[in-house]
């Protein structure tokens, strides 16, 4: 069996031609001009994600570097903290900041696509809230929508993906793309049509950003599983 790399680029006409539009969000209130800084003291703060040991590690950050003395671990098992640790979960896969509540304070999203829900394919992203004393007011659990083939939370995003000038949560499940509602909007997902990647591909991650243009792109990226005989490409 052959496996080729795979990268898929959905910008803003991708999401168009589907036929779907997002809902727009409500005006900001005030919000920290960092994204990584989970206290709100200024400083940006540094998290580092383990999936074989289920955690987050966050160290927070100061006006000299950041401090390992005021480092701490994030696991389901946490105070507040939704769901709980099973070996499987893979807790920790992708990391990724921003402040979704608009609260000034930045929070985690936490990619887990080997969590397991009863009556839904396997992964879960969790998004936990930052504050003035740090990750003290628990978070929330986006569910992988019943419709993809699991390993939902491979990769996770924050950002504009369909350039109205909000941004949204974008998670990648084994099979497809899926995006939320602007501004913390998590109770309707949105995947891409049918056939809209390659037969057979096994999705693995993206990065965002404008690459092909001034309206934002998503880069989604992994393998395709090939029959046909001969070496990786």
């Given at each position: 069996?052959?496996v080729?790399s795979?990268a898929?680029t ?12 997002l809902p ?8 920290t001009a ?11 703060d ?6 074989r ?13 950041v ?8 696991t389901?098992d946490?105070t ?8 499987e ?13 608009r609260d000034?304070?930045?929070d985690?999203?936490?990619g887990?696509?080997?969590e ?6 396997s992964?879960?992203v ?6 003035k004393g ?5 978070g ?5 929508p019943?419709?993809?083939a699991?390993r939902?939370?491979?990769a996770?995003a ?13 998670v990648v ?5 899926w ?7 998590f ?16 999705l ?11 309206d ?8 395709r599983?090939?029959?046909?005989p001969?070496?990786?490409?």
């Amino acid at each position: 069996m052959r496996v080729r790399s795979l990268a898929v680029t959905v910008s803003v006409a991708a999401l168009a031609a589907t036929g779907l539009t997002l809902p727009l969000a409500g005006p900001a209130s005030a919000a920290t001009a960092l994204a990584d800084d989970f206290n709100g003291d200024g400083c940006r703060d540094l998290a580092i994600g383990s999936p074989r040991t289920n955690s987050v590690s966050i160290t927070y950050g100061s006006a000299s570097g950041v401090d390992a003395a005021a480092a701490t671990t994030l696991t389901q098992d946490s105070t507040g903290m939704p769901g709980v640790t099973e070996a499987e979960d893979e807790f920790g896969e992708n990391v990724t900041t921003a402040d979704v509540n608009r609260d000034g304070y930045a929070d985690l999203i936490v990619g887990a696509p080997g969590e397991k829900t009863e009556g839904r394919p396997s992964g879960a992203v969790t998004v936990v809230w930052g504050g003035k004393g740090g990750f003290t007011s628990g978070g929330r659990v986006v569910a992988s929508p019943a419709d993809t083939a699991g390993r939902f939370g491979e990769a996770t995003a924050w950002a504009d993906a369909d350039g109205d000038g909000y941004a949204q949560l974008s998670v990648v499940s084994g099979d497809n793309w899926w995006y939320y509602g602007d501004g913390g909007d998590f109770d309707r997902p949105f995947g891409l049509a049918a056939g809209f990647f390659p037969e057979g591909v096994r999705l693995e991650g993206m990065v965002a950003g404008g690459f092909l243009h001034r309206d934002p792109d998503v880069v989604v990226f992994g393998e395709r599983a090939d029959a046909a005989p001969g070496p990786p490409t």
